[in-house]
């Protein structure tokens, strides 16, 4: 690092020592961290909604609800960014897997079927078939390219709630499969009722953990370092040795299983699932939530999830009830009408996605809570162009020092090699 | 370039690849007709393929109508189907041969074109019902085209200018993104803005003009959509072919550094491009208006998909190809809604897509690009 | 710099739900003064405790429907005639003062329709929700499927003007959905009759001997399709075909032109507008099967040409010779009253169910009045206190469209199916549902 560029950016630096000082605590100790972190944010989440405002908001059994449905898109979102974030493949069929996980659960656990099978092994049977299918619907996929990839993904996403629709004897086709049993008890924690969702939030806050725990190690393993390099480069990674084949499909299969967990849960406290709730409006919510928590970051897709779903579900509703207080007036502005008391926000979600979407891609693609890597790859271009603005400031080359350390004394018109040293690409790291 | 002797898709390969097709199309409609045929029991064990195929265009099934007007009129039924998706597929493909994204928002450009034909007919022009004397239906109809081709063009040309310009030289994921964002801001202002219903849409061709053929009434409705569409693919393609804009189009589908060294305006090419994808796209939707006589905000991503499906099948990047792939897209839909099977329409139009990108991904008339990974 | 920003975020969104909470509900303290006014003339709303007497505290009945699209020309009628009938009733039942306000009024519809999920989340609320002690809704039949579990383990009331699948409330299905004693009730008679009503009319009264049915997937249009195609047969006439096309269809003119080589003379379509029922309709035409009869349940019935999204406005011309079944009662003693009653309230003709709204209305304000009279100690014992008046069999309601009884189902004891046709020249020219007869299957 050059005395130049340490002199432009003192602060900068500093801070990063400090943050780098934290990361590297939180890199050695990860799945402390993530214990930890979680546990803070759980009992958060039991105590706040006692508290005004929040008290005031919803019921406190009506936020336990709510944080357990945000948890179901929390673990879909971490499972989605394994597949775009980490492995690079644009997958937007995501939310088949999520009905395989449910369907699964109905068909072993429900009066349709006359099966009633323990909760806790369903949750890796419902993950395991939805992971079979991760790897038999990412097959066909291995040889495309990236949109082609992506349009495909949508085929199959659409195919599965179609072919669920269509198979009525086998699926009871758009009424689907309802009346399915609940979890057992938890001992000490209590019963997964309609009325009494703590249970479930307390289970979910578990599966979270572990799924976050499970994925970071992946990350940091060597299938996680393969992921990079083909999300980087796949040309590059094959030559070095890495089977594209078997990481993709790891990285389906891996996609799936989150999802299938997902699935699983959102049965048993739903209780019904239809073809109706796993069509393209829900991969492309997950989808918003990976791009908006910042792609390849496990906590912050973690974090945009409950973030954007929290936003759905109780801030939309809650600007519904500010506006009545309101009392607005009709628009007339003179071909157009415009009923503003009628302005119901709940149906702008997908628009706001919409608009969120392109916004963030347009100006901050690696996401809310980015992921140091992310930010470098997709600002690499506007990276070289501000060292290159930077190099143009004086830079002081001791020549004389630099002389003596090689034995050798430049004459007055003499350079090295042409380059000073701030021409590196990439600045210092 | 490299000097590798590149194989030219020889004159004759592309004819018989065409007789090929064709002869593979006759054995399908065959197949569909001996569907008929198990219906009218021809089966019999002497009875060859020809001659039970002659029975069954001359056979008369248990209500006493002939199969043929039947036939016929599926035939034309799905040729004004295909008609529609031909004309949508188009802009995928030139959007695609362009900059290699696909636009994920051109189905609900077209469904934006709908819209924007029935604010002109049934809002502008206060039509409601059909018209029934051919000087004023014509001009009507000329007059949608008229009034929703630029603006739904231009709203294209917006779209690129304001969304994928800037992201041009962005990870491919990026602009993929971006224009499934473009799609669900278009189609939710659609929602807001007429209601998430179905919404009427004046029908002014009349609904009875029908040709009676045996037991079977072809539309005049049908014929005329399949026209439109023939009209405006022909126009495209002498427009591609034959000006000079249109050879920097191809120009720049082929190679893109190269013509803007050679003097192309890549800015105004992309833009020029967006613009009769658009405008293909807002005549596709007025032809839908007129043939359904309903839109809803929801039209443009089904049908954009199977679109793209035909652009996929028929070749990426080829005109020609878009545009067989629209029909055939059409007939496939047609026919499997004709057998009984229309629930399972979508899932055979992906079936379709998953065979051609595995086995085929350059489609019929496509050529072998360069990378694949 | 991460975890500031979440801090950050976290901070704000606490300080804008700190702004913006409102608790949600109605107050429990009783108000005074500023009640509606008490209509003169009350049709039919029985009641035990003095009316006018809101000693006990307010308590709030929930609505629960499809606000959205086509389906909105469905629901609306029902709210209006449930506020209606609270209205006429004095706002007050069983000493308690009854009010519906916005707060309560839930909507199911996800996209532009229904949605079990959102209805499941809705019902969830409305259990929650402390000052609710009654629930009418939902409208449509897969809604309930995924409600009533929720509603009958919270024990409170529910009345539907509107759902007529029979798997709601007979047999192996519906006893799936309830854990504790039964809560549901509805004012309308079932597909199974209503299906069958059809097909009589159509055999007997316009004398079309052959049909050609689709329906749409779905729990109602199957179910009643399916009775339709039963009874049908039994009487002796042919179904060329028996079609099924989910909601998403687009095109259905392939469909029907493969219906009109069949030569049906007459259509009967499963379902309801916003799942395709007036576009199968323009196809027909469009293929030349616009002049045969064309049959339809209740989910056609919502509205007339005028009202926007219903199935007049969309099929226009071609409904001229179209006809629908209503699974209630058309025509009865007070609808004239009720009529011009609701005009004045609401500037309109009542439409479809805003009649069976109405009677859900009386049913849960009666249930209240019982219930209210023994006195319950909280709202816990009161919602238990209604539900068991409202789903008692020995009780007898009268209310606008008769005097009915519930049986241990929730089924109520009136089975008429009124039959509408299409009068082209209603609503200044668009064309309007104008009712033909009635049947009364009680009594067979």
Known sequence: MSAGQRALRPRFERVRAGRSRIRDLSEQHRSATIFIGMLIVTLLMIYLPKYPPFNGILREQSWFDAFANAGVYVLLAMGLNVVVGLAGLLDLGYAAFFAIGAYTYAYSNSPYSGLDLPFLPMLVIGAAVAAVFGIALGAPTLRLRGDYLAIMTLGFGEIVPIVFL??????????????????????????????????????????????????????????????????????????????????????????????????????????????DQFYFTVSFTVLAMVILGGMGNIWGVAAGAFVVFMIQTVALKQLNTIKEGFHLQPLDLGPIHWDLAKIDFTSYQFLLYGVALVAMMLLRPEGLFP??????????????????LVDEAPVVIDEAAVASSLGETPGADETFDGTTRGDEPGGDR | MTAIATPRVAPNTRVVRIIVIA????????????????????LTAGNSLPGALFHVLTRFDATGNAFLPQAIQQTVNALSIGAIYALVALGYTLVYGIIELINFAHGDIYMLGAFASVVFLGGIMGQAAGVHDLLPLFLLLIGALAFTMPIIGLLNVGIERAVYRPLRNAPRLAPLITAIGVSFILQNVALTVAGSG????PQIFPLEWQIPFGSASISVLSIVTFIVALVLMSTLQAFITRSRLGRAMRATAQDREASSLMGVDLNQTIALTFLIGGM???????????????????????????????????????????????????FIENFASSLGFSRWSEFLVFMVLTFVLIFKPTGILGQASGDRA | MNLRKLSAIAGISVLAFAACSNPPGATTSPTTGASSTPAGSATGSGGAASPGDTSKGTVNIAIELPLQGSELAASQPIINGVRLAVKQAGGAAGGYKIEVPDSVVFDDALNGAHDPQTGANNMTKVV?????????????????????????????????????????????????????PNNYIRVVTTDDVQGPAAAQYIYDVIGKKSVYIID??????????????????????????????????????????????????????????????????????????????????????????????????LAAAAAKNSYSTLAGIGDFPGRAQFAADYKTEYGQDPTGYAGTGYACAQVVLDAINRGGATNPADMTALREAVRAAGTATDATYKTIVGDITFDENGDTSQKIVSIYSVDPAGASGKGDWKFETQVDYAAQ
Not at chain 1, 175 to 197: H, K, Q, V, W
Not at chain 1, 255 to 268: I, R
């Open chain 1, 166 to 275: 269509n198979l009525e004897n086998w699926t009871q086709g758009t009424n689907g499969i309802g009346g399915i049993f609940r979890p057992e008890e938890l001992p000490g924690i209590g019963r997964f009722g309609a009325l009494t969702p703590f249970a479930y939030f307390i289970l979910m806050a578990g599966i979270v953990t572990i799924a976050m725990v499970f994925l970071y190690r992946l990350q940091d393993s060597r299938v996680g370092r393969a992921w990079n390099a083909i999300r980087e480069d796949e040309l590059a990674a094959a030559a070095n040795g890495i089977n594209t084949v078997t990481t993709k499909l790891l990285a389906f299969a891996l996609g799936a299983t989150t999802a299938g967990l997902a699935g699983v849960f959102s049965a048993s406290k739903l209780t019904i699932v239809s073809p």
């Open chain 2, 280 to 330: 293909l796209a807002g005549a596709a939707g007025v032809v839908w208006g007129l043939k359904f006589g309903y839109v809803k905000f929801d039209l443009g991503f089904n049908a954009g998909l199977k679109a793209f499906t035909a652009a996929v099948l028929g070749g990426i990047g080829n005109i020609g190809g878009a545009a067989l792939g629209g029909f055939v897209i059409g």
């Open chain 2, 198 to 201: 179905d919404r009427k849409a």
């Open chain 3, 216 to 313: 749409d997937t779905e729990t109602f249009g199957k179910g009643v399709a399916d009775a339709f195609e039963a009874e049908f047969k039994k009487r002796g006439g042919t179904v060329v075909k028996h079609d099924a096309a989910p909601k998403t269809t687009q095109d259905y003119v392939s469909i029907m032109t493969a219906a009109k080589a069949l030569n049906p003379e007459s259509i009967y379509f499963g379902g309801v507008t916003a799942t395709g029922g007036a576009r199968i309709l323009l196809a027909a035409a469009q293929v030349g099967l616009g002049d045969v009869p064309y049959v339809g349940p209740d989910g056609i019935n919502d509205g007339s040409g005028e009202t926007k999204d219903s199935f007049l406005n």
């Open chain 3, 128 to 180: 929650g929700e402390p000052d609710v002690v009654a629930v009418i809704g939902p409208l449509n039949s897969s809604v309930a499927k995924a409600q009533i579990p929720i509603s009958n383990e919270g024990g409170v009331l529910q009345c539907s003007p509107a759902n007529t699948n029979p798997d709601l409330t007979k047999g192996a299905p519906a006893q799936q959905l309830r854990t504790k």
């Open chain 1, 371 to 388: 992921s140091q890597r992310r930010r470098r790859e997709l600002h690499i271009a506007d990276e070289m162009l501000a060292d290159h």
């Open chain 2, 23 to 42: 002869f593979a199309a006759v054995l399908v409609y065959a197949l569909i007709l001996w569907r008929a045929l198990l219906f009218a029991g021809e």
